[in-house]
């Protein structure tokens, strides 16, 4: 899946069925859905869920819960908008 393709798949009412949980809860963001967003973060117990995770946490806003997610994901803590670390993430999941 490209990343055109996923902001298209953006039209429907549920995310694509072959999705990563961390992908479907990009997804769910992206819909304004944060509760479900978080489901899914919390249901991909690696890497990619943590980074998720983190980002859903700095936008929640809990800083603390973010910064203990951005290290289990073994990255920074962004000192960009949300926007762009959404794209950042969709890059990374499409990977």
Do not use: I
């Amino acid at each position: 899946m490209s990343p055109d393709d996923f902001r298209a798949s953006l039209a429907a009412a549920a995310p694509p069925g072959d999705l990563s949980p961390a992908l479907a809860g990009l997804w769910w963001d992206a819909k304004g859905n944060w509760a479900r967003a978080h489901e899914c973060a919390q249901a991909q117990d690696d890497a990619d869920g943590a980074a998720l995770h983190a980002y859903l946490h700095r936008k929640e806003p809990d800083l603390a819960n973010a910064r203990y997610w951005y290290g289990v994901a073994g990255r920074a803590m962004p000192s960009g908008g949300f926007t762009a670390e959404w794209n950042d993430l969709l890059k990374l999941l499409l990977r």
